[in-house]
């Protein structure tokens, strides 16, 4: 692949989709390299990921360093300026993305309050893998047209979504300790389970069970047979007679105020209230996350 960068244009500048402006691979030695975000005519955000070297970037009056498999979310104006500085003796090499649209910008927001504006990434890390691709799209033509970029936009935004909120990567192939332990508390979420007994189930020792299950899952086992325990309340509310009393009862709950607690916290209402709103929510498969 070339070490250059692609420019994107678009007949309807009134298009109200996301929109890729610009993507790219370079690097600079040059101290002159300095872009201020209040300095610059036009409306966009850019992502720009360090390959090797460092960078240097300003927010206000913070100082970041953007070194190796760190990149930084900034939008365009604003009050930032991400420089090179010789000091480093390096060149600073990076790929970048730059784009456009007004469903862009409140994603971006959300980045950038939830993770600040630097952010790790893993070469591999899916984000990474996916603008590369995007590149190598930009480079043999094969972006379709207005509509793809948008999605492949969006997809990328959401994947950097996931790496933020500790949420494991899309594609990955559960482990299967993992795969064992979710039919384990399928079958037998409605009696008392203990973490012992669920990693017994999964053939691996707790330790090791707690941090495979988080990281593949992205939850702990205890909160997804919470999880389970609640999907399967919600199935009985509104397909049984039962009480909210023997619900909480037949779906591992021993104690019915506790029940109640869990169950508003997850669903926003009480279980008698979910049941009284019968039919705005699937009856059969509710995904609760």
Same mark, same amino acid.
């Given at each position: 692949m070339l070490r250059t960068n692609y420019g994107f244009r678009y007949t309807d500048q009134t298009n109200p989709l996301m929109a890729i402006r610009t993507i790219g691979w370079e690097s600079t030695v040059n101290e002159d390299y300095s872009w201020d975000g209040m300095a610059r005519d036009d409306k966009f955000v850019l992502f720009q990921y360090t390959l090797s070297g460092?960078?240097?970037?300003?927010?206000?009056? @913070?100082h970041y360093a953007v070194p190796k498999h760190h990149g930084f979310f900034v939008r365009i104006p604003d009050a930032h @300026?991400?420089?090179?500085?010789s000091a480093s003796k390096t060149p600073w090499e990076y790929i970048f993305l730059t784009a456009s649209?007004?469903?862009?910008f409140p994603l971006w927001n959300e980045l950038i309050a939830k993770a600040g504006p630097v952010v790790s990434f893993k070469p591999n890390a899916q984000p990474i893998a996916m603008l590369w691709e995007m590149m190598q799209n930009a480079g043999d033509k094969t972006f379709q047209d207005k509509y793809d970029i948008s999605v492949r936009l969006y997809e990328w935004i959401v994947a950097c979504l996931r790496v933020v909120d500790g949420k494991p990567e899309t594609g990955q192939p559960v482990p299967e300790p993992v795969a064992l332990a979710q039919r384990f508390m399928e079958g037998q979420y409605h009696r008392f389970l203990t973490l012992d007994e669920i990693a017994s189930a999964a053939g691996v020792t707790k330790y090791h069970f707690c941090r495979l299950f988080a990281k593949h899952t992205g939850v702990t086992p205890v909160q997804q047979l919470t999880k389970i325990r609640i999907a399967e309340a919600c199935r009985l509310l509104r397909q049984s007679d039962q009480s909210v009393a023997a619900i909480s009862s037949a779906t591992g709950f021993d104690n019915g105020s506790y029940f109640g607690k869990v169950f508003r916290r997850m669903m926003g209402v009480s279980p008698q209230q979910f049941r009284d709103h019968d039919g705005e929510v699937p009856d059969h498969h509710l995904f609760i996350d």
């Open positions: 460092e960078g240097q970037l300003t927010v206000g009056d @913070r @300026r991400y420089y090179y500085r649209g007004a469903h862009v």
